[in-house]
């Protein structure tokens, strides 16, 4: 019974940290599954509450930065880093500014344009834009529930309701699928699926509209991945958090999951 | 002699970088400090402090770790300058009504409220963890707290919210 406590314990304080004997201990106790499958969902829904999505309405400021970001000028770009530290917005519950708020606004636009000015004749040469590889990253941070290492698969029903109007299908060589969930990504819906593989979980994302020529290897933030390009279909991104997996196996695997794929349309 | 274009390339990397990491550090701020404009100033001055230390960041790989430490810190100089004001949640909530007009605003407005409610020393290392992604071990160097005592508050967190959404909380464990 202290195991199931051990177990139960582990699962409200840190799900994606579970040891190995406490995992075991899940597959081999049916109450404990059970309470592990409840505690699972309820650990979405508190990874879905985290992500506010006022926070990029918030990021009004964000989405200056966004667009200069994308335009890849050397002006946008410096507009972008204006837009990065104004904010544009405020509650109506803070009718009056502190005047520390004001200095220090103050500063950032003198800030902002002293290296804006600084920067804008050179930034046409470096592409500010967000790479896909660092939006791919930025998406993980959202659900880390997505990282759990489990046994257990996501129902057909719920990774067909993933599927839905994507124009694939998945094969049997997928492997286990533990995680499976419809996100918004630069505007689109894509399927953001975490296989269970001998390495520990990987996150597929399928990217049917973001299209790169060439392989994509990446290393940020403490995830390491590959986005490999999907002729007609755009590409698919792998990536892990296991340091020790190296490029050559993430590849491996991303086809793996590519070969596994039925296209429909 | 110093490269211009090379630091022009650090400079657009740093910038992306801010750009990848604001939007959950305004939402790690939402969440600290339970005010959108405070936490909208938190991140304005966190972001300023950072480009212009930009230079003490060896390592790309510890971004999150860095800026997490320049915003907590930010946060508490908010704190020490002006007493902050005592949140109404029902106030709060309404402020963040946009945030709660999304699809599936019903069922996540109640966990809202209830992460909204949880004790600071509970809902920090929680926001850290869901949002932020934090390891057990990160969290503890970030609160300076043991691993042990990161994980009693995590857990607690959890039961608290648990219990506050209704959720059957018969088969949890005792502390």
Known sequence: MSVCADYRRALLSDPGGLKEELRIHGRECADCAAFAERAARFEARLASAMQLPAAAAGAGAGAGAGAGADAGAGAAGAAGVAAEVVPLRRSAAHGGVPPSTIRSRWFAVAATFAVAAATAGLLWIAVPRASLAGDVVSHMAGEPAAWRVTDAAVTPAELREVMLNTHMRLGSGVGVVSYASSCEFRGHRVPHLVVQDESGPVTVMVLVHESVKTPVDFDEQSYRGVILPVPGHGSIAVLTRNQAVDPAALGRIAARFESAVEWTS | ?175
């Open chain 2, 1 to 175: 002699m110093r490269d211009p274009l090379a630091g022009n390339q650090k400079h657009a990397r740093f910038q992306a970088l801010c750009q990848s990491l604001r939007p959950d550090l305004l939402r790690f701020a939402i969440w600290l400090s339970r005010d959108r404009a405070v936490a909208e100033d938190v991140v304005q001055e966190t972001l300023l402090r950072a480009w212009k230390a930009q230079d003490t960041l060896e390592d790309e790989k510890a971004a999150k770790p860095w800026f997490l430490t320049i915003i907590r810190r930010e946060y508490a100089r908010t704190f020490e300058r002006k007493r902050l004001a005592t949140v109404n949640l029902d106030d709060l909530v309404a402020s963040e009504e946009p945030a709660l007009a999304a699809s599936d605003a019903e069922d996540l407005a109640e966990l809202r409220r209830a992460i909204f409610e949880l004790p600071e020393d509970y809902r920090e290392p929680l926001v850290l963890q869901v949002l932020m992604g934090c390891t057990t071990a990160e969290i503890a160097a970030q609160l300076n707290l043991s691993t042990a005592a990161v994980l009693t508050r995590l857990f607690r967190a959890r039961r608290q919210l648990r219990l506050l959404c209704g959720e059957d909380t018969n088969l949890d464990p005792d502390e």
